[in-house]
């Protein structure tokens, strides 16, 4: 896969993104959400890979929100950045995503992270939401999925306050899992990772399947029902012996459906 925005490489069962804008704070265009989004949805059509790292180039950003480069001057979608589309994304991969947040984490950047399914920061690492500072907001994933992580309150003290939080600030308030070394972020990264990739990676699928569901409306609960549960119940008896009984026009054993 070739990009311009992101980088992309796999390391064993590892995918590494990494947000390839750092002399612009690793900000995302339409471009970057675009790339991200078809580096997910290819991920997300291989087997090779078992966990997936977003990250940013350099050592000082992570992601310091978005920048509209080339949009159409118009309220439709065309004239929005095109964010949403890379956070479903990450939702609907079924497999676990880790972000390793290499230096400021900041508005649309701090969303990202939130959206993914685990955080591991360098001790450097900074937070924060500036949205109602600079005349914008995220009502949707940066919102409800903020309030998953820190409850109602903490989550609206970061959206409408927007303190400045550390990386150890981050982890007490319950926004990130992990905090480690600026030297070691990367190894610690991988081995979070290597872990992840050691459980079962359907179980891991249904777990997040069930985690989305609850945001997902009747999206998020087909996944669950098509994507894992049909899945797997298409292996059982019964489905077999309903299957082999309508393919040869006879009524089914009910014998054969097994318990």
């Known amino acids: 896969m070739s990009y311009e925005a992101i980088l992309y490489e796999e390391d064993g069962p590892i995918g590494w993104l990494t947000l390839n804008r750092p002399d612009d704070g690793n900000m995302f265009t339409p471009q970057m959400c675009h790339e991200i989004r078809d580096c997910l949805n290819a991920v997300r059509r291989e087997t090779r890979t078992r966990v997936l790292v977003i990250t940013g180039a350099g050592d000082k950003f992570f992601c310091i929100g978005g ?3 080339g949009m159409e001057e118009t309220l439709l979608y065309a004239g929005v950045l095109p964010t ?11 497999k676990p995503v880790i972000a390793s947040v290499n230096g400021f984490a900041v508005g649309g950047g701090n969303v990202l992270q939130v959206v993914c399914d685990l955080t591991i920061a360098k001790e450097s690492a900074v937070f924060r939401q500036v949205g109602p500072m600079m005349g914008s907001f995220d009502a949707g994933f940066g919102t409800w999925y903020l309030e998953d992580l820190v409850g109602k309150k903490k989550a609206k003290e970061l959206w409408m306050l927007n303190p400045r939080l550390t990386a150890r600030e981050a982890l007490a308030f319950g926004l990130i899992n992990r905090v480690v070394p600026d030297a070691s972020l990367r190894e610690e990264t991988r081995m979070m990772a290597l872990e992840l990739a050691e459980r079962g990676p359907f179980a891991l ?7 989305n569901a609850r945001h997902g409306g009747v999206g998020g609960l087909a996944r669950m029902a098509h994507d894992l549960l049909l ?18 026009k006879r009524k089914p054993d009910p ?5």
């Open 67 to 69: 920048r509209k480069e």
């Open 84 to 94: 949403l589309e890379m956070y479903e994304s990450i939702d609907r991969l079924q």
């Open 205 to 211: 699928a249904s777990i997040k399947a069930a985690f």
């Open 231 to 248: 899945r797997g119940y298409l292996e059982t008896e019964e489905s077999h012996e309903l299957s082999d009984a309508f393919r040869a």
């Open 255 to 259: 014998d054969k459906f097994g318990r």
